[in-house]
């Protein structure tokens, strides 16, 4: 069965510094794979997402995300972290073989202190 | 970015009523739509998939004669708690996609679900 895991529930940063966020899944087959954020009274909004191709994808905000296979992983990044990004940050992940669906993992709850 | 707008964002019922919550794709027209519920401090957990004109598929564990959901056109879907209890109450949140799973899916800003 398809899963994902978010082995991180909190993280706290400071405002500046780098962040990335930890996502692994498994699969059987060739993974479609998400990103996506949620703030407070606000529905998820997609950061990034990878098909196929590059393995490292641009998304909005000034992140990024790494797929490597070897590892089952898409690690989510960013350089430089604002207070803004404050949020709880969802990585998701669908596959043909297992209809058009998307699996999340539990998220990761990221605080950015000043 | 597309908007889907899900309705109401908080509702309160009693015990043994049924509430029906809705799912609007504002701005494009959704193939598909989907139900999730949401736990405190724990992922969203599909529920059902919605085809335009066809039956919602439902997971594993889900009853489908309590959480009954209606895709009737291609911009609305809805999602009834029948005979809601106590143990209903959580966060109801809807997604829309026009296209496959390579298409962007839009989400709502989910339900407050609290039942009495």
């Known amino acids: 069965a398809q899963s994902v895991t978010q082995p991180d529930i909190h993280i706290t940063v400071s405002e500046g510094a780098s962040l990335e966020l930890r996502c692994n899944y498994s699969?059987?087959?060739?993974?479609?794979l998400f990103w996506y954020v949620q703030s407070p009274g606000q529905g998820l909004q997609l950061l990034l997402k990878?098909?196929?191709?590059?393995?490292l994808v641009q998304g909005i905000k000034g992140f990024e995300a790494e797929f490597k296979r070897s590892q089952s992983s898409f690690n989510l990044r960013k350089p430089s972290v604002h207070w803004s990004d404050a949020a709880e940050y969802f990585c998701?992940?669908?596959?043909?073989?297992?209809?058009?669906?998307?699996?999340f993992g539990a998220g990761t709850i990221l605080r950015v202190k000043s | 970015g597309a908007v889907v707008s899900q309705h109401p964002s908080r509702v309160i019922c009693k015990s043994g009523t049924s509430v029906k919550i809705e799912c609007r794709s504002l701005?494009?027209?959704?193939?598909?739509m989907f139900w999730y519920r949401q736990f405190p401090k724990q992922s969203l957990m599909l529920m059902a998939t919605?085809?335009?004109?066809?039956?919602?598929?439902?997971e594993q564990g889900v009853e489908k004669d309590k959480f009954l959901i209606n895709h009737a056109s291609l911009t609305l879907s809805t999602l009834t708690v029948t005979s809601a209890h106590p143990e209903d109450s959580s966060f109801y949140i809807c997604?829309?996609?026009?296209?496959?799973?390579?298409?962007?899916?839009?989400f709502g800003q989910g339900t407050r679900l609290t039942v009495v």
């Open positions: 997604s829309a996609r026009f296209g496959g799973l390579s298409a962007e899916a839009f």
């Open positions: 699969y059987g087959a060739t993974p479609y």
């Open positions: 990878y098909f196929s191709g590059d393995t």
């Open positions: 998701a992940v669908g596959s043909m073989e297992y209809g058009n669906k998307l699996v």
């Open positions: 701005d494009f027209q959704a193939t598909t």
């Open positions: 919605s085809n335009e004109g066809s039956k919602a598929t439902y």
